[in-house]
C-alpha cells in the first residue's frame, strides 16, 4: 500500500506559478513511476505528467509541455508539479498517482493502483 497527499494548490490569476506537492508513504517509493493527473469541471480526469521510479524519464501532455515540469526526490519519498505560465484551462483537481515501474510509460488511469486525495488548482483570467 502506498498513500499519497497532495498539497500546493490554490487560486491564482492567469500567468502566475504554483508548485504542487505529493508526499508518499507506506511502501518503497523509488520502485514507482509518478505521474500527475488533472480533472476539470464536467471534464474525464486526463493524464498532465509523469516521471519514472529513477527520476531520468519525463513524459506530458501537449497541452502542458514548456509549461509544467515534474520532477521528484526519492529521499523525500515526494513528487513536485511545477506550474509556470498557468491559463484558466489549467484549473482543475490535480492528482498524483502511483504505477509500479515494471508497467513502463502509461498515460491511462486505470493503470495506476494508488491515488491521492486531489488538491484543487483555480486559475483567473
Known amino acids: 500500500q502506498v498513500q499519497l497527499v497532495e498539497s500546493g494548490g490554490g487560486l491564482v490569476q492567469a500567468g502566475d506559478s504554483l508548485r504542487l506537492s505529493c508526499a508518499a508513504s507506506g511502501h518503497t517509493f523509488n520502485i514507482y513511476n509518478m505521474a500527475w493527473f488533472r480533472q476539470g469541471p464536467g471534464k474525464e480526469r486526463e493524464f498532465v505528467t509523469r516521471?519514472?521510479?529513477?527520476?531520468?524519464?519525463?513524459h506530458y501532455a501537449d497541452s502542458v509541455k514548456g509549461r509544467f515540469t515534474i520532477s521528484r526526490d526519492n529521499a523525500k519519498n515526494t513528487v513536485y508539479l511545477q506550474m509556470n505560465s498557468l491559463k484558466p484551462e489549467d484549473t482543475a483537481v490535480y492528482y498524483c498517482a502511483a504505477a509500479p515501474s515494471s508497467r513502463g510509460l502509461i498515460l491511462r488511469p486505470s493503470a495506476y493502483d494508488y491515488w491521492g486525495q486531489g488538491t484543487q488548482v483555480t486559475v483567473s483570467s
Open positions: 516521471i519514472s521510479s529513477s527520476g531520468l524519464s519525463t
